[in-house]
Antibody, heavy 126, light 108 residues
Framework: EVQLLESGGGLVQPGGSLRLSCAASGFTFSPYAMSWVRQAPGKGLEWVSGISYSGGPTYYADSVKARFTISRDNSKNTLYLQMNSLRAEDTAVYYC???????????????????WGQGTLVTVSS | SYELTQPPSVSVSPGQTARITCSGDILPKQYAYWYQQKPGQAPVLVIYKDSERPSGIPERFSGSSSGTTVTLSITGVQAEDEADYYCQSADSSGTSLVFGGGTKLTVL
């Protein structure tokens, strides 16, 4: 059974930093691109960032570009999201997500998110 | 950046067919995906690549595509189908994902 377990959320002041982790199990982690998706309280889903199977290239939503950094450690089956210069509007539940298809022949799909973690809440407030 | 537009809400009586639309200029070029989200839960993929249904998803869920609009249909709606539904696609390179604003399905 695929499991994605996020951790690292919490309360942080504006301008602060947090590092989220996502421990993956139940599947072979390394061939898959991975993403983070967030959901502000009472709002819709927003894709935040994605990363190819090998750790590069990486992709970001305009709203987090230059502030957030996605990375992965395939030896630990773990995905990360380093969040700096946090703002109130970054307050959300952050989900670690796995796509349907794995990377193959140079094609590394990120879409079709068939497995989601339970999410970790990040609250940015003074 | 691309946008996907969904109606905020759809209401339907039990046993009827619910149709939720999603419109966007990228949709003729990229597949659409649909997710169901119930309160307090993570989203669940119900349709992929416009019209494919993942294993474990009931047959009453189906998807279709026509031009710049994709449609999620739920035939014979049940009370348990009441949820928020989100469409999702990607930019032309497939490296930036976009979600629609979501549609709240109410089963009357």
């Amino acid at each position: 059974e695929v499991q994605l377990l996020e951790s690292g959320g919490g309360l942080v002041q504006p301008g602060g930093s947090l590092r989220l982790s996502c421990a993956a199990s139940g599947f072979t982690f390394s061939p898959y691109a991975m993403s983070w998706v967030r959901q502000a309280p009472g709002k819709g889903l927003e894709w935040v960032s994605g990363i190819s199977y090998s750790g590069g290239p990486t992709y970001y939503a305009d709203s987090v570009k230059a502030r957030f950094t996605i990375s992965r450690d395939n030896s630990k089956n773990t995905l990360y999201l380093q969040m700096n210069s946090l703002r109130a509007e970054d307050t959300a539940v952050y989900y670690c997500v796995k796509p349907l298809g794995h990377c193959s022949g140079g094609v590394c799909p990120m879409t079709g998110l068939d497995n989601w973690g339970q999410g970790t809440l990040v609250t940015v407030s003074s | 950046s691309y946008e996907l537009t969904q109606p905020p809400s759809v209401s339907v009586s039990p046993g009827q067919t619910a149709r939720i639309t999603c419109s966007g200029d990228i949709l003729p070029k990229q597949y659409a995906y649909w997710y169901q989200q119930k309160p307090g839960q993570a989203p669940v993929l119900v349709i992929y690549k416009d019209s494919e249904r993942p294993s474990g998803i009931p047959e009453r869920f189906s998807g279709s595509s026509s031009g710049t609009t994709v449609t999620l249909s739920i035939t014979g709606v049940q009370a348990e189908d009441e949820a928020d539904y989100y469409c999702q696609s990607a930019d032309s390179s497939g490296t930036s994902l976009v979600f629609g604003g979501g549609t709240k399905l109410t089963v009357l």
